[in-house]
């Protein structure tokens, strides 16, 4: 071993690049543990990219190393290094790593390595003098490149030569050039000459572009049960149309968006067709056609609550879904002797007349024993709904309700039909965890009753909530997406009738597990003659919750919620309810599971001090 310090720095660097198979022995005969300390540049990026290059960082805890390793491992982060300070624009720093006080290049090194003792660890010092920066001299790109994507050429002569300022000069002129429809464009890397008298750096790009391609024939791999005129539909290219990457994109977002394709991948030809065309290739995979789901969720006030649903992806092989669902609730809630049940059944037809316009048809049951009436009903609605953008959609309808109602009195039958239309707007990142973006809806439900003096009345609701990243907002404070800031407001109003002279179930409620935490369900706002919720048409709430994540799979969350609801149509206008309390997120595949614990602010509204919720999902 002795006469391998003789050896020259390339063959060491040779060897310790070619695996770590022959150091095995080595290590397994003699360990030295090492302490690496590298003195910091100054810049932070620069500083991060040697410690994300260097092997004697990134090896120091998962692979022991014996005196021979290390001091190979200590020559390849020389070259390691270089490679980061020129792409940087520095091509002529000075790299030094020492060993136990020893330059890698003193021939006395190995020997000296090979007489320490494994404790303490030996110290490995890295420095680099940067040296001075490299400039961009002469700078041209080459080719029949049309002056829309010679325009994002932005290298200019005099700018520092950064490799990755370089490459991407590349890049923006490759992409205008696929926006502009030249399919087959090549911009390849370029020659590059570095002038260490000038120190300077000459870089020429050779772009190709090739033909301007329209898109031709679509050929479809992967087809099981979903037919083929129903997936080029929902992918909405036509050819003809001029070739764009960013249009394939959304056709395919546009594609797995209807719900029974668990990937798709759409690659354009090498070559055009017959007709001057660029032939495309979608491949893609069906998701399971029936799938079973289970869920429930718990509160002190409520009980426990249990669903579930079967569901068929793709009912007549153009994606239509059939789910069945059914929902047991107030289990071991207040009044253990009157469960409350649910059964529903929806059809939805994608794509109906025309791309983008979905079908759905509802028909449903439920009896019902809550805090503020019991229900006994048949419900039934058609709505059309309809994506204008990947963010908004625009849904209306008409329902029909025949119900059995009683509240602290005699039972009265309702028939309303109901015309509901809806906007809806979702640029957040994630359904059930949302990080970032905004969610908007907004209702208008003008109602008939179709019963004798059945009253005349239309709901407007507005329901909306925004995510804040903190992380990306100060990015010293916290890593991106890690400290949430999520709010919610809702606003509803019920004019044409009296809130007395409105069907109890269409009236609004307040407080529980999905309104104001901490107080007890539908137990904010106006009271009965006994005591029990009567219910409003008016309608204020509004949250405010800080999600912190805890390592990899919790989070921890405080907030606050405020609720009132009036009698008189004007959200606001009685007494606000207040609650606050903290919670618990357990994050898994399918969503986060959620425990909050709150208490409410006006203890005379009455119930538990505390009320316990758990369930699937963020609370909004």
Known sequence: MGGAAAWPRWMRGAIACAGVTLATAVWALDVLPYR?????????????AIMDASLLAKLHDQVPVGPFALLSRADADIGRIDTVMRSFGYYDADIQVRIAGTGTDDATVLSLLETLPPSPPVRVEVSVVPGPLYHLATVRLEGPVPDDARAAFQLTPGAPARAREVLNAGDAVLNALLKDGFALARVPPPDALVNHDTRTMDV???AEPGPQLAIGTIRVIGLEHLREVAMLRRLGLNPGEPFSPSRLEQARQDLLSGGVLAWARLTPG???????????????????????RMAGAFATDEGLTL???????????????LTLRGDVGEIGGRNVNALSYLANTTLELPDVWMRDLDLRLDLGAVNESLVAYDREAVTAGLAFARRLSPRLSLEAGVAFEHSRISQEGPAEDYQILSLPLSLHYDSTDDRLDPRRGLRLTAELIPAQGLQGDGPDFALGRLVGAAYLDLGRLRPGWSEPGRRILAGRLVLGSIVGARAQEVPPDWRFYAGGGGSVRGYPFQSIGPRTAWGSP??????????????QRLGARWG????????SVSSDSTPGTDAVAVGVGMGLRYFTPIGPVRADVATPLDRDIGGSPVQLYIGIGQAF
């Open 534 to 547: 009567a219910g409003g048409d008016g309608l204020l709430e509004y949250s405010l919750e800080l999600r």
């Open 556 to 563: 921890a969350v405080a907030f606050v919620d405020a609720g």
């Open 36 to 48: 690496l300390v590298i003195t910091p540049i100054g810049d932070p990026q620069i500083d991060q």
């Open 307 to 321: 669903s579930g649903s079967w569901t068929h992806r793709n009912l007549l092989g153009g994606g239509e879904r």
């Open 270 to 292: 090498d070559v055009p067709d017959a007709q001057g065309r660029l032939p495309l290739t979608l491949e893609l995979a069906e998701r399971p056609r029936r799938v079973v």
């Open 204 to 206: 020429v790009f050779h």
